[in-house]
Protein backbone atom coordinates (compact mmCIF):
# COMPACT_ATOMS: atom_id res chain seq x y z
CA UNK A 1 0.00 0.00 0.00
CA UNK A 2 0.96 3.37 -0.98
CA UNK A 3 1.38 6.31 1.93
CA UNK A 4 2.23 10.31 1.42
CA UNK A 5 2.96 11.04 4.76
CA UNK A 6 3.28 15.82 5.34
CA UNK A 7 5.35 16.58 7.99
CA UNK A 8 6.71 20.48 8.90
CA UNK A 9 3.59 22.33 9.57
CA UNK A 10 3.28 25.01 12.69
CA UNK A 11 2.74 28.25 13.43
CA UNK A 12 5.01 30.89 12.24
CA UNK A 13 4.59 34.41 12.60
CA UNK A 14 4.14 36.58 9.29
CA UNK A 15 7.24 37.37 7.32
CA UNK A 16 8.40 33.94 8.88
CA UNK A 17 9.69 30.55 7.29
CA UNK A 18 8.58 26.74 6.87
CA UNK A 19 9.89 24.05 4.99
CA UNK A 20 6.81 21.23 4.37
CA UNK A 21 8.41 17.29 3.42
CA UNK A 22 5.89 14.55 1.47
CA UNK A 23 7.41 11.35 1.85
CA UNK A 24 6.00 8.55 -0.05
CA UNK A 25 6.48 5.07 1.28
CA UNK A 26 4.95 1.52 0.60
CA UNK A 27 4.96 -0.57 -2.69
CA UNK A 28 6.61 2.47 -5.30
CA UNK A 29 7.46 1.85 -8.82
CA UNK A 30 7.93 5.00 -9.67
CA UNK A 31 6.34 8.80 -9.07
CA UNK A 32 5.50 11.07 -11.54
CA UNK A 33 3.97 14.70 -11.02
CA UNK A 34 4.00 15.67 -7.58
CA UNK A 35 1.95 18.31 -5.78
CA UNK A 36 1.28 20.42 -2.87
CA UNK A 37 -2.27 21.50 -2.35
CA UNK A 38 -3.76 24.11 0.29
CA UNK A 39 -7.22 24.28 1.68
CA UNK A 40 -8.48 27.48 4.54
CA UNK A 41 -11.69 26.90 6.51
CA UNK A 42 -15.19 27.92 3.82
CA UNK A 43 -12.03 28.14 1.17
CA UNK A 44 -11.72 25.20 -2.15
CA UNK A 45 -8.94 22.99 -2.33
CA UNK A 46 -6.00 25.32 -4.30
CA UNK A 47 -3.15 23.94 -6.15
CA UNK A 48 -0.12 25.67 -4.10
CA UNK A 49 2.69 24.35 -6.58
CA UNK A 50 3.46 21.20 -8.73
CA UNK A 51 6.57 19.15 -9.87
CA UNK A 52 6.95 16.88 -12.97
CA UNK A 53 9.82 14.09 -12.87
CA UNK A 54 12.23 16.27 -14.04
CA UNK A 55 11.77 19.03 -12.41
CA UNK A 56 9.92 21.69 -14.36
CA UNK A 57 7.67 23.31 -11.95
CA UNK A 58 4.53 25.74 -12.03
CA UNK A 59 3.08 28.07 -8.83
CA UNK A 60 -0.05 29.79 -7.79
CA UNK A 61 0.49 33.48 -8.93
CA UNK A 62 0.07 34.26 -4.96
CA UNK A 63 3.53 32.22 -3.74
CA UNK A 64 5.50 32.79 -6.58
CA UNK A 65 8.73 33.93 -5.67
CA UNK A 66 8.25 33.26 -2.34
CA UNK A 67 7.42 29.67 -2.28
CA UNK A 68 10.30 26.74 -3.69
CA UNK A 69 9.17 23.30 -4.55
CA UNK A 70 11.61 20.70 -5.29
CA UNK A 71 11.61 16.86 -4.91
CA UNK A 72 14.34 13.82 -3.93
CA UNK A 73 13.48 10.83 -6.79
CA UNK A 74 15.92 8.64 -4.91
CA UNK A 75 14.25 9.98 -1.65
CA UNK A 76 10.69 9.69 -2.85
CA UNK A 77 10.15 12.70 -1.06
CA UNK A 78 9.13 16.44 -1.90
CA UNK A 79 9.62 19.68 -0.25
CA UNK A 80 8.04 23.20 0.01
CA UNK A 81 10.08 25.81 0.78
CA UNK A 82 8.12 28.72 2.07
CA UNK A 83 9.40 32.33 2.75
CA UNK A 84 7.77 35.74 3.42
CA UNK A 85 4.81 33.75 5.16
CA UNK A 86 1.25 35.63 4.92
CA UNK A 87 -1.52 35.26 7.15
CA UNK A 88 -3.51 34.51 4.04
CA UNK A 89 -1.53 31.35 3.77
CA UNK A 90 -2.75 29.33 6.49
CA UNK A 91 -4.48 26.62 5.63
CA UNK A 92 -4.28 22.67 5.71
CA UNK A 93 -1.49 21.68 3.17
CA UNK A 94 -1.88 18.34 1.55
CA UNK A 95 0.52 16.47 -0.23
CA UNK A 96 -0.26 14.76 -3.83
CA UNK A 97 1.28 12.43 -6.49
CA UNK A 98 0.56 10.21 -9.43
CA UNK A 99 2.65 6.91 -8.45
CA UNK A 100 2.69 3.62 -10.42
CA UNK A 101 2.95 0.85 -7.60
CA UNK A 102 3.90 -1.79 -9.68
CA UNK A 103 6.07 -2.62 -13.05
CA UNK A 104 2.72 -2.32 -15.24
CA UNK A 105 3.22 1.57 -14.81
CA UNK A 106 -0.50 2.22 -14.21
CA UNK A 107 -1.02 5.52 -12.16
CA UNK A 108 -3.20 6.04 -9.54
CA UNK A 109 -3.55 9.45 -7.38
CA UNK A 110 -2.89 9.52 -3.62
CA UNK A 111 -3.23 11.68 -1.26
CA UNK A 112 -1.52 12.51 1.95
CA UNK A 113 -3.16 13.67 5.62
CA UNK A 114 -2.39 16.99 5.65
CA UNK A 115 -0.70 18.79 7.48
CA UNK A 116 -2.06 22.52 9.10
CA UNK A 117 0.28 25.77 8.75
CA UNK A 118 -1.12 29.03 10.86
CA UNK A 119 0.91 31.94 10.20
CA UNK A 120 -0.08 34.92 12.66
CA UNK A 121 -0.09 38.71 11.87
Known amino acids: QVQLVESGGGLVQAGGSLILSCAAS????????MGWYRQAPGKQRELVAA???????NYTDSVKGRFTISRSNTKNTMYLQMNSLKPEDSAVYYC???????????????WGQGTQVTVSS
Open 51 to 57: ITRGGST
Open 26 to 33: GSIFSIDD
Open 96 to 110: NADIAPNWSGFLYNY
